[in-house]
């Protein structure tokens, strides 16, 4: 799964926000997709990212994801 920056949360949807709220709400359902995608794994899982890691990664790694 890639977890770049550029990728997540994806960009077109936050270039497309009218207002503050509606940013709030595609960060929010945004770390949310990636939060159930990634509690779905049974055995592994495998986090990706190229060219830096997405902030939502610090939700889970509990630091900077950057030094990932």
């Known amino acids: 799964m890639a ?3 550029d990728s997540m949360p994806l960009r077109a ?6 207002d503050e ?3 709030r709400e595609v960060y929010d359902t945004e770390r949310h997709l990636l939060y ?3 509690t779905r794994a049974r055995d ?3 986090l990706t990212a190229r060219s830096g890691a997405s902030e939502f990664l610090d939700d ?3 630091n900077d994801a950057a030094d990932v």
């Not at 949807?13 to 009218?18: H, I, K, Q, S, T």
């Open 3 to 5: 977890c770049d920056e």
């Open 13 to 18: 949807r936050l270039d497309a926000a009218a």
């Open 21 to 23: 709220a509606d940013l």
């Open 36 to 38: 159930v995608a990634c």
């Open 44 to 46: 592994r899982l495998l």
């Open 60 to 62: 889970f790694l509990g």
